[in-house]
Nanobody, 115 residues
Framework: QVQLVESGGGLVQAGGSLRLSCAAS????????TNWYRQAPGKERELVAR???????NYEDSVKGRFTISRDNVLNTVYLQMNNLEPEDTAVYYC?????????WGTGTRVTVSP
């Protein structure tokens, strides 16, 4: 049974940092691609960062140079390090992976950035 659980969200001031974690059970991250999405109120869900099973990464243009996605294969956990946060980064952040054609999602962790 695949389960993804996000943690690490919170309230920070602009310019601060947070590290989000996505822990998996019933799923081996290093064999598949893992994505971080976010959704702000009234906005569409958007892809923020991606890491492949081979360790290649991609980022949405607005977070390049500020966010870093990484993976710890021993802990089977994917991270999103977020630096220099801006109010525009305020959203619920979701972890996502695909196994055998099925999308798996966590329930989200909320990030709020104050001016």
């Amino acid at each position: 049974q695949v389960q993804l659980v996000e943690s690490g969200g919170g309230l920070v001031q602009a310019g601060g940092s947070l590290r989000l974690s996505c822990a998996a059970s019933g799923f081996t991250f290093r064999l598949y691609t893992t994505n971080w999405y976010r959704q702000a109120p009234g906005k569409e869900r958007e892809l923020v960062a991606r890491i492949t099973g081979g360790g290649n990464t991609n980022y949405e243009d607005s977070v390049k140079g500020r966010f870093t996605i990484s993976r710890d294969n021993v802990l089977n956990t994917v991270y999103l390090q977020m630096n220099n946060l801006e109010p525009e980064d305020t959203a619920v952040y979701y972890c996502n992976s695909v196994q055998f054609g099925t999308n798996y999602w966590g329930t989200g962790t909320r990030v709020t950035v104050s001016p």
